[in-house]
């Protein structure tokens, strides 16, 4: 993805609110699948990885992405952001 497109869908993230959050029990295939189900329905998500989880949102992150065959957009603090383009109903038209 070029730089564009991720600036694009940065200035897209900041006003949504994060629709996850990862805790302690970290990441299983209940929560994967979830993100997957909401990835396909919106196309961007934000994520926040809470203080107790044991791991921090940069060392996840790129997991869940390859996980979920999306794009990580961006990582600030506790919060990620994931861009994957629906395959049914695409609502965000990237720049190019």
């Known amino acids: 993805m070029k730089g564009k497109a991720k600036r694009y869908l940065r200035s897209l993230a900041v006003n ?42 940069k060392e996840l992150a790129p997991q869940i992405a390859d996980s979920l065959g999306a794009v990580l957009v961006q990582t600030i603090g506790h919060n990620m952001v994931f861009y994957r383009k629906s395959l049914e109903k695409p609502k965000i038209e990237l720049p190019e």
Request: charged share 30%; aromatic share 2%.
């Open 16 to 57: 949504i609110e994060p629709i996850f959050q990862i805790g302690k029990g970290v990441l299983n295939e209940n929560l994967l699948k979830q993100l997957d189900d909401a990835l396909e329905a919106r196309e961007l998500i934000k994520v926040r990885v809470l203080n107790n989880c044991e791991e921090n949102a």
